[in-house]
């Protein structure tokens, strides 16, 4: 069982950066392929970024590329993502996640279907940029 506590969410103005943390709890955490989503408000959850089990591989959405950067230390049983010139459209809850089987599977999750799939979800952390 892994159980996973988003932090670092908050209040920030257009252009500025923000760094989230992802703490799993569970030895298992390290042996699997995990990812950051994003709920805007009144919009479907969407992909944002995933990093292989080892850290070797990672894979964007397009509206990230260049701005966001996903990273892990299995030590330490985290996972981060950040965030750099953030856009008012960046505006979410972010959710991390574990347990889809390639980072493709992440790229192209969407819809209930694919969140059901999801092993472990985290609780959630709002971001919120300012223009």
């Known amino acids: 069982q892994v159980q996973l506590v988003e932090s670092g969410g908050g209040l920030v103005q257009a252009g500025g950066s923000l760094r989230l943390s992802c703490a799993a709890s569970g030895r298992t955490f390290s042996s699997y392929h995990s990812g950051w989503f994003r709920q805007p408000p009144g919009k479907e959850r969407e992909f944002v970024a995933a990093?292989?089990?080892?850290?070797?591989?990672?894979r964007y959405a397009d509206s990230v590329k260049g701005r966001f950067t996903i990273s892990r230390d299995n030590a330490k049983n985290t996972m981060d993502l950040q965030m750099n010139s953030l856009k008012p459209e960046d505006t979410a809850v972010y959710y991390c996640a574990a347990g889809l089987d390639s980072l493709e599977e992440y790229y192209y999750c969407s819809g209930y279907g694919c969140y059901e799939r999801v092993d472990y979800w985290g609780q959630g952390t709002q971001v919120t940029v300012s223009s």
């Open positions: 990093v292989s089990w080892n850290g070797d591989n990672t």
